[in-house]
């Protein structure tokens, strides 16, 4: 199964859009499922169901984090790589669907009872 098949298929389960995304990478990159998990859950509904980012785009964005960025040796080089995969992936996505917030892509406030 691919990962985004995995993704897919944890979205269906009973995953948010971060985790589905974050956990279907998280151990190519020596994070643990579970911890992915926990991590992405405040992410999904665009942060907290408020709307904002899309829960798949902040996913994405730990993943390059685990792949590019900095650790604890302050490496400056990483954060530039990081930023610039992120704003590349941010333009493509919003080039795909329109937006990259959650309440635009889904075309409704998910943070009313309707």
Known sequence: MSRIEKAISYF???CN???S???SYSTQYG???EEALKIA????GGMGRFGRTCGAVTGAYMVIGLKYGM???EDIEAIEKT???IRDFSHKFQEINGSVLCKELLGCDINTPK
């Open 21 to 23: 995304v974050l956990s």
């Open 41 to 44: 859950t405040g992410f999904g």
């Open 17 to 19: 859009c971060a985790q």
């Open 31 to 33: 994070l643990d499922r």
């Open 12 to 14: 269906e389960g009973n």
């Open 71 to 73: 650790g604890i040796n």
């Open 83 to 85: 930023y610039q995969v």
